[in-house]
T-cell receptor, first 111, second 112 residues
Framework: QKEVEQNSGPLSVPEGAIASLNCTYS??????FFWYRQYSGKSPELIMF????GDKEDGRFTAQLNKASQYVSLLIRDSQPSDSATYLC???????????FGAGTRLTVKP | DAMVIQNPRYQVTQFGKPVTLSCSQT?????MYWYQQKSSQAPKLLFH???????NEADTPDNFQSRRPNTSFCFLDIRSPGLGDAAMYLC???????????FGPGTRLTVL
């Protein structure tokens, strides 16, 4: 069974701090990795995607990918209360191109 | 604005009474997905269409069916809803597979 694992949290950080969200996956053939943010009762919205090893930065968000370790992370700098949400890691399955989601990490940013 | 629209946003049905959820998109994307998401769980892929090609997940119950009459619309039919089918149903689209997916607002289904 191919898995995408995330710490369910809750992860609590003070406003202005760096939030670090982690995700591991089991399918070595995976090629594409996505981070979605989901507010309570709402649908997921894409924050970032990453295909290559290393870091990818977009504003306050940085995605980090290490395919050898089968690990992808999301860093949120200068965290704001509005960042409080569940963050879903999604990984494409290399053999059939389906997307598999982790259960998400709930982040709370305290003012 | 290009978008993914789901109707209705909230649906209440009775145990065993068929229900249809709809999804439409103005993005002209090739791929449309249906996911089921229960509280504090990952979205679970039910099936997807790549153009007219239907792809069913192996563990999707036969109680769930889908139709895609044209590029813009996709329907989820639940033939005999059970209490365990109460969930948020998410429609998503993508240009290709794999590619970033754009989600609609979801339909929250309640089964009485």
């Amino acid at each position: 069974q191919k898995e995408v694992e995330q710490n369910s949290g809750p992860l609590s950080v003070p406003e202005g701090a760096i939030a670090s969200l982690n995700c591991t996956y089991s399918d070595r053939g995976s090629q594409s990795f996505f981070w979605y943010r989901q507010y309570s009762g709402k649908s997921p919205e894409l924050i970032m995607f990453i295909y290559s090893n290393g870091d990818k930065e977009d504003g306050r968000f940085t995605a980090q990918l290490n395919k050898a370790s089968q690990y992808v992370s999301l860093l949120i700098r200068d965290s704001q209360p509005s960042d409080s949400a569940t963050y879903l890691c999604a990984v494409n399955e290399g053999n059939n191109n389906d997307m598999r989601f982790g259960a998400g990490t709930r982040l709370t940013v305290k003012p | 604005d290009a978008m993914v629209i789901q109707n209705p946003r909230y649906q209440v049905t009775q145990f065993g009474k068929p229900v249809t959820l709809s999804c439409s998109q103005t993005l002209n994307h090739n791929v449309m997905y249906w996911y089921q998401q229960k509280s504090s769980q990952a979205p679970k892929l039910l099936f997807h269409y790549y153009d007219k090609d239907f792809n069913n997940e192996a563990d999707t119950p036969d109680n769930f069916q889908s139709r895609r009459p044209n590029t813009s619309f996709c329907f989820l039919d639940i033939r005999s809803p059970g209490l365990g089918d109460a969930a948020m149903y998410l429609c998503a689209t993508a240009r290709l597979t794999p590619d970033e997916q754009f989600f609609g607002p979801g339909t929250r289904l309640t089964v009485l």
